[in-house]
């Protein structure tokens, strides 16, 4: 059924804004919920749907995951939503920021697999290695 239902809105003109909306109440989440989600603050997730603030790559990459869907169709939204920048470098950082999101994402995932498989010795050496290197 919440295929169907996005099916239908893809094929409306909606901004990003009011796509996002639909996604989040069609889902029954609220905005605090998916503002928590991408580590915003629910006034600029508010902005994100009220058409204030457009989505950084990371966050529409991060809101496709949430909601299984494809970035493209929320890049798609964005790019459709601003008629004076029709720029396509910008286009082009728009898709490598989303594509360097992804492949943070795939090695985060990586990594925390790696982890989870070693033994507690080594999850320990693991974790002080990842902390001094994080302080220095």
């Given at each position: ?8 809105m893809?094929?409306?003109t ?10 989040r109440?069609?889902e ?17 997730y508010?902005a994100?749907?009220?058409g ?25 939204k964005?790019?459709?939503s601003?008629?004076?920048?029709s ?11 989303i ?10 995932e ?11 010795a ?9 902390k ?5």
């Amino acid at each position: 059924m919440k295929q169907k239902k996005r099916d239908s809105m893809n094929s409306r003109t909606l901004t990003i804004g009011e796509f996002l909306r639909q996604l989040r109440k069609d889902e029954g989440v609220r905005q605090s919920d998916l503002a928590k989600q991408l580590g915003v603050k629910t006034s600029t997730y508010s902005a994100y749907e009220n058409g204030r603030i457009k989505p950084a790559p990371d966050k529409l990459y991060a809101l496709a995951q949430y909601y299984d869907i494809n970035v493209e169709l929320l890049v798609s939204k964005v790019k459709g939503s601003d008629e004076t920048d029709s720029n396509t470098s910008n286009d082009a950082l728009a898709l490598a920021a989303i594509k360097e999101a992804k492949d943070e994402v795939a090695m985060m995932e990586e990594l925390v697999y790696y982890f989870r498989n070693l033994r507690p010795a080594h999850k320990k050496a693991v974790y002080e290695l990842a902390k001094s290197l994080y302080i220095s």
